[in-house]
């Protein structure tokens, strides 16, 4: 059973450029979470899907982020014209709905640095 | 609006020794899950043990334990034999009820640092 992984694990971009980041999620989980932490915060809720469909978005997701996961497996986030405000953790994190317990599981984050 | 409290920005523990990292959440859900976190230097999140609202004991799982007062809104980690490899950040975190996605709320966290 592999685990929740993200590519790349980090990204130095210069303010303006478009960046993508994709998550993996662990193969029979229907729900995928994507987090922005920055330095000294506990990560913050950005989206998620439930399979292909984007459910919720956060009101920190503004309109230069978007997201997709277009069959319900691995899922991208692109950011464009990017801001030295974006450079933070994003992490994506992945549950199978209707458990008991709903655990999400954390993918190891994609760090972004914007200069 | 529903919100995690961490009120321990640093903690120190001697190896081999327990420690309690504190936690307490504000609600109006009578239906909510309790999350703990370790998130060390390489920044992944690792689940370490969950609580439900209803749960009636306190989980455990291996050297942690949740010490879950509903009445006074609290969910404490206890970490026994602490261990080097304890340190790390620590993260409670808060469970929206299903309806709403389930999306996490997370304190501000807590750093560990275990002393030989």
């Known amino acids: 059973d592999t685990g929740v992984s993200q590519d790349p694990r980090h990204k130095i971009t210069k303010r303006g450029q478009n960046v993508t980041f994709r998550c993996d999620p662990i193969?029979?989980?229907?729900?995928l979470y994507w987090y922005r932490q920055t330095l000294g915060q506990g990560p913050e809720f950005l989206t998620y899907?439930?399979?292909?469909?984007?459910?919720?978005k956060s009101r920190l997701l503004s309109d230069r982020f978007s997201a997709e996961r277009p069959k319900g497996s691995f899922s991208t986030l692109e950011i464009q014209r990017t801001e030295q405000g974006d450079s933070a953790m994003y992490l994506c994190?992945?549950?199978?709905?209707?458990?008991?317990?709903?655990?999400?599981?954390f993918g190891p984050g994609t760090r972004l640095t914007v200069l | 609006a529903q919100k995690i409290t961490q009120t321990q920005p640093g903690m120190f523990v001697q190896e081999k020794e327990a420690v309690t990292l504190d936690c307490t959440y504000d609600?109006?859900?009578?239906?909510?899950?309790l999350f703990w976190y370790k998130q060390p230097s390489s920044g992944e999140m690792i689940f370490l043990i969950y609580q439900g609202s209803y749960d009636e004991q306190n989980a455990t799982e291996g050297r942690y334990s949740l010490n879950f007062q509903k009445a006074r809104k609290s969910a404490n980690l206890v970490i026994s034999a602490s261990q080097l490899g304890d340190s790390a950040m620590y993260f409670c975190a808060m469970r929206e009820t299903y309806n709403q996605g389930g999306k996490l709320i997370f304190g501000q966290g807590t750093e560990l640092s275990v002393k030989p």
């Open positions: 994190a992945s549950r199978l709905s209707g458990q008991p317990t709903d655990t999400q599981y």
């Open positions: 193969s029979e989980h229907n729900r």
């Open positions: 609600t109006s859900d009578q239906s909510y899950g």
């Open positions: 899907f439930q399979n292909e469909a984007q459910l919720e």
